[in-house]
């Protein structure tokens, strides 16, 4: 069972899904459920001997079409309304041990194009109202399954985090004729010291404003608001700088560093596709936590200077 | 170095504070900072030996009065400014190895009293705008030092999520000419399903819209919006609630359960203060991480229902 529930304080929903207490925690290497079915083997969720990119839906989804029956029946203040919607999961590749640093960039270049595709197909449904691609990477960060893989959102509604920040985005446009990621990537290319990588049509910077200590984003020179919006040339760009990140990102410690990827688009103009990395650690061996400022109030403290983390994150 | 800057796309402030990487991590149990310095021994925080309930200066403060300078300039979108404030930490006991558990009521009695004046101390500081009590307990929330305590952050501005909250909380008074609190409550107190204990003049209760699992809201019975507004029978109830709350956490899975506690309030007619309770476990061997979906863009799934934890809870 599952359904959205009301938050009154926070204004946004809240999803329950309890059938995902039971879902698929570390399975052996040799039952991975993301791997191609083997002959003779257990069935997997991709029944062929081998694979480029797949995408299906999520077999423990936090939102589903058409919904199951919500678990309660509400109120006037304690709204519910069923959690509709599409929990779809990507794989990078059939090989159970890659990472996105050893993939080839051909590869990642058919990635971003599933992306591409399964976000013009999901955010075209009925009752979708906002579509999220992001990536768990490690255990430190939840994961439960190893095989490299990504996941896409399409939620029923706006969550709040993305109303404030779309309304930020169109304040900015009305006041100055420009989209807030243009005018900020031009004073970050200007400034050059949070700069981790430039090249063609894409630039990897550590935000002036970042909310972890190596987090960067990966920013479109133009004003593409979505992946849709993007030509050959722009895809082909994230596919190199996915590559070059997630090199440099294993490179710093000498271990596959996790992160939450975070993929922010919306098909309007006033906006610009940002591709957000934020890794869980702040030094080798010390994880960042979200705790009472972070989780309680939303006050970020960050443990670094982002001037200091771009340069470390460059030298590599 | 330290200070504030602008995250333009979540029109929120993020402290940058590059000394805390140096804070003291995990120390051995005899070199615990926190407790009373020893006869002979290292100079710890706490110069006597012994205490009831000690408050100071955070040694490696977020915020701070008078502040750092900036470790950057900034610019017209990359604004900057001074991260003055204040972060004070609340030792609950001088016993190293107690927990709000096994504290007799009537130290937790004198711990919310000093929560209470440090509360009306901070709020009245010029350029104060905040003041959040909290705890973070346990290591699986990031904790670096054991001894029972939590902490206090007296910030420059109000936090986005806050403004949220308040805004909320306002509107509702005006459309309902009640608190948002008060009629929340009728409605869990009409179900009953969500209470985990009921007493006096506070209600414990595991909200309709639960993010976490174990999530639990401590609310008082009448609009009081935050500690300087409550008279003695309510801080005791606060009191009572804490040490009846912290024996059933640390009963559920025996053993302490680690969470984040944050103390909402505001002196605002339209608030009621809240004393809500996170720990970051869904079942005694698994955690509930803040990753993709939570962390990326806000919206929070949670793996159970309200009603069914609340049920575990009350039957400890």
């Known amino acids: 069972m599952s359904e959205l529930r009301w938050h009154p304080f926070h204004q946004d929903w809240v999803i329950t899904a309890t059938h995902r207490q039971d879902r698929t925690f570390f399975p052996p290497d040799d039952y991975c459920p993301l791997c191609p079915t083997k002959a003779g083997g257990f069935p997997t969720e991709a029944p062929r001997e081998s694979y480029d990119v797949a995408a299906f839906e999520n077999k423990f989804p936090s939102l589903k079409t058409p919904p199951t029956d919500p678990a309660v029946e509400g109120g006037a203040l304690l709204l519910v309304r069923p959690s509709v919607g599409v929990c779809e999961v990507v794989c990078y590749t059939s090989d159970h041990d890659a990472t996105i640093a050893d993939l080839p960039v051909r590869q990642i270049k058919k990635l971003v194009r599933v992306w591409r595709d399964r976000y013009i197909d999901l955010k075209s449904r009925p009752g979708v109202e906002y579509v999220f691609i992001f990536e768990n990477k490690g255990r430190e960060i939840g994961v439960t399954l190893t095989h490299p893989h990504g996941q896409i959102y399409a939620y ?26 243009a005018d900020w990537l031009r004073d970050e290319t200007e400034d050059g010291r949070r700069i981790v990588f430039d090249y063609k049509n894409w630039t990897a910077v550590v935000p002036f404003f970042a909310r972890y200590p190596f987090e960067v984003h990966l920013v479109p020179k133009a004003d593409t608001p979505d992946l849709e919006s993007m030509n050959d040339e722009m895809l082909d760009g994230l596919a190199e700088g996915l590559k070059e990140l997630a090199t440099r990102y294993d490179k710093l410690f000498g271990f596959p560093l996790p992160y939450v990827m975070s993929i922010f688009q919306y098909s309007a103009v006033h906006t610009r596709l940002i591709v957000e990395f934020t890794p869980p650690y702040r030094t080798k061996d010390k994880l960042k936590y979200l705790a009472g400022s972070e989780a309680g109030c939303g006050a970020f403290i960050n443990d670094t200077l982002p001037e200091e983390t771009a340069a470390q994150l460059r030298a590599l």
């Not at 109303?163 to 169109?170: K, N």
């Open 156 to 181: 029923p509604y706006v969550p709040q985090m993305i109303q404030t920040r779309h309304q930020a985005e169109l304040t900015h446009l009305g006041m100055h004729g420009r989209t807030l990621a």
